[in-house]
């Protein structure tokens, strides 16, 4: 199956300029990229809703983070700083579709097999990337993507939380935003001093810049470059 001119017409009319505004973050395209654009432009048409979105109407759960998510959030126009995209890193290219008025949900995912399509419809691609990521603008969404309608296993209000919402972790005294605190022996605490921490201490000594300035001290000194 070779790809044709009347093809390369017969996709998203808005296509092209979201595949150039995702490539702008990378300095490059990639098929990922081409993956999370259809995706995003898949996900709006499920729901009825045009995208890319300026209001929160849309919310995005990715469950990768980069280049896929990247097209997604392109697409979309939902980001993490609006909270309008959250990651759920599950290690996969597939993303969840939220109308936060109807409550209607959808999961997009690449169907099984596509990289091998994409041969089919780039039989001439110099490699099976280049195939990839030509064919990718132009495989038809059912050939394309899988969709699955779903239900969050989380209320969105458990998601969204309320704005202005905030308290002070006990242990640590940091600021906690968004009801992320964690009641532990009727005490509030944040994830990390609950036991979700992601990074460790390091304890005072190691840690203060005097510690670092004699282990600078008590380095060799590096030999000068020949």
Request: hydrophobic fraction near 35%; glycine fraction near 8%; include cysteine.
């Amino acid at each position: 199956m070779k790809v044709t001119e009347g093809d390369r017409n017969n996709h998203h009319p808005d296509l092209d300029e979201l595949l150039k505004r995702s490539a702008a973050l990378h300095s490059h395209l990639c098929p990922r990229q081409v993956l999370g654009v259809r995706m995003g432009l898949l996900g709006g048409r499920l729901l009825g809703l045009d995208v890319p979105r300026s209001d929160k109407r849309l919310l995005v759960i990715v469950e990768t983070d980069g280049c896929a998510a990247d097209g997604v959030a392109v697409a979309s126009g939902c980001s993490v700083g609006r909270r309008t995209l959250r990651v759920v890193d599950f290690g996969k290219v597939a993303a969840t579709f939220v109308d936060v008025k109807t409550r209607r949900a959808f999961r997009v995912v690449p169907r099984q097999g596509i990289r091998e399509l994409a041969r089919q419809y780039a039989p001439d691609a110099r490699s099976r990337w280049h195939a990839q990521l030509e064919s990718y603008q132009i495989i038809p969404d059912d050939e394309l993507l899988s969709v699955q309608p779903v239900t969050l296993c989380v209320t969105l209000e458990e998601i969204l939380s309320k704005p202005g919402y905030r308290v002070t972790c006990e242990m640590c005294g940091e600021e906690i935003i968004n009801e992320r605190e964690v009641i532990q022996d009727g005490h509030v605490l944040c994830k990390a001093c609950a036991g979700e921490r992601y990074y460790c201490l390091l304890d005072e000594e190691e840690f203060s810049p005097e510690a670092g300035n004699r282990r600078a001290a008590s380095s060799p000194p590096e030999k000068p470059a020949r």
